[in-house]
């Protein structure tokens, strides 16, 4: 009786959180008009009827057609349309057609949805749960809570670059966030354990915890604001470029001068937001920067980013999770990371080349998945995601 209860709880749990996840997804997605589901302005951004699909067909995909037995796919042609780059798998739409697909139509995605979460729910209150088909679940949820935050990203990218600046939804001004006053957080030299360290969820990129030796340094416990960068934009900061790298400096030359969703109208600064565009907030920590911006930034103020060590272990001294933080780190594996067998392989060891370490969170991150030891991680050039700056002082070891 004991194990009838135990079990009968912990399925009522499962199809709980499965749910609640789910709805969220299409919740973030109640605003939009039927057109704004199918646009994709550049090839990093994903159509949100894309992303609902996606998510869809890896719980189809993955938990689905290889465990529940007598399933039905959807349809046979959406494991060419919504895989996303699992090669394993097999072929697939090129990322930048995504946009292309008026078919399948944002109805027959819902009804994607609607048709494998109903076989998802009949699978979990069965007896198919083994450890490894729950640790797919457990993956799964988490990816369409990355996706969640992307969806945010990508709407934010449509909406924002229409030229009528349309509002997503009046409410989201509720989320804008203020920088504290700056106060400086100092951490003396030696040997700390980062990586993952407990029995819940990870990503493998976050295993396995090990040593790193830390110089002593001193970290902002603010990020950099708008009125703090501006003072960078005003004083020359994109016209110098003995603050850029290279390839940033190149980058400076065939972009905008500003970070996205700035614009200068009227006589005064305003920046687009999900509410609508709004007059620009200068206490607000500053975002949608890339690395190249951070990074110059940082040598124009003749500070430096801290490194993906230096953040996790000063992590526990400051508040996080207002933007994603870039870092001055590679994105490259742990001490003794290994890939898993399989598709899931895929999931993060093959980007591991090319790409900066951001720590931390943003307003656009589902609640439950944040932690001290996430790695995102994105090409320097990126803006698009609620990206900020935290800065240490160069100074700490002279």
């Not at 969220?24 to 951004?45: G, K, M, W």
């Not at 200068?282 to 940082?298: K, Q, T």
């Not at 490259?332 to 898993?340: C, D, V």
């Amino acid at each position: 009786m004991i194990e009838t209860v135990s079990k009968s709880t912990d399925t009522t749990e499962l199809l709980r959180r499965f749910s609640a996840i789910r709805n969220h997804s299409v919740n973030i997605c109640a605003p939009l008009q039927t057109e704004d589901y199918v646009v994709q302005p550049i090839a990093d951004v994903s159509p949100p009827k894309w992303h609902l699909g996606h998510t869809t067909w890896f719980f189809e995909t993955f938990i689905l057609v290889p465990n529940h037995p007598g399933y039905n796919v959807f349809d046979p042609q959406y494991n060419f349309v919504f895989n996303s780059y699992y090669e394993t798998i097999g072929a697939r739409v090129i990322r930048t057609d995504r946009g292309n697909l008026s078919r399948p139509s944002v109805a027959e995605v819902f009804r994607y949805r609607e048709y494998v979460d109903q076989q998802m729910r009949e699978f979990l209150s069965g007896d198919l749960l083994t450890p490894a088909v729950r640790a797919l679940l457990e993956l799964g949820l988490n990816h369409e809570q990355q996706h969640q935050e992307l969806l945010y990203t990508d709407i934010k990218y449509i909406l924002g670059h229409n030229p009528l600046f349309p509002v997503y939804s009046a409410d989201f001004a509720a989320k804008n966030c203020h920088s504290e006053a700056p106060t400086t957080v100092n951490v003396p030299e030696g040997i700390y354990e980062i990586g993952y360290n407990g029995d819940g969820f990870c990503f493998d990129n976050e295993q396995n915890r090990h040593k790193v030796y830390v110089e002593t340094f001193d970290i902002s416990s603010s990020l950099v604001t708008n009125g703090e960068y501006l003072e960078f934009i005003e004083n020359g900061g994109y016209t110098d470029f003995r603050h850029w790298h290279a390839e940033g400096w190149d980058w400076v030359r065939e972009s905008a001068k500003t970070p996205l969703y700035w614009h200068f109208l009227d006589g005064k600064w305003m920046h687009y937001t999900l509410a609508g565009l709004q007059d620009l907030d200068l206490d607000a920590p500053v975002c949608h920067v890339n690395f190249y911006e951070a990074s110059a930034y940082a040598s124009w103020k003749n500070m430096r980013l801290p490194t993906e060590a230096e953040w996790e272990v000063a992590s526990d001294k400051f508040s996080w999770g207002q933007r994603w933080e870039w870092t001055g780190s590679a994105y490259l594996p742990y001490p003794g990371f290994r890939k898993e067998t399989g598709a899931v392989g895929e999931y993060n060891g093959k980007f591991m080349v090319n790409q900066m370490v951001l720590r931390g969170a943003s307003e656009a991150t589902p609640a439950g998945h944040s932690r001290h030891t996430y790695r995102n991680f994105f090409h320097a050039k990126h803006q698009w995601q609620f990206t900020g700056i935290r800065l240490v002082d160069n100074t700490s070891l002279q």
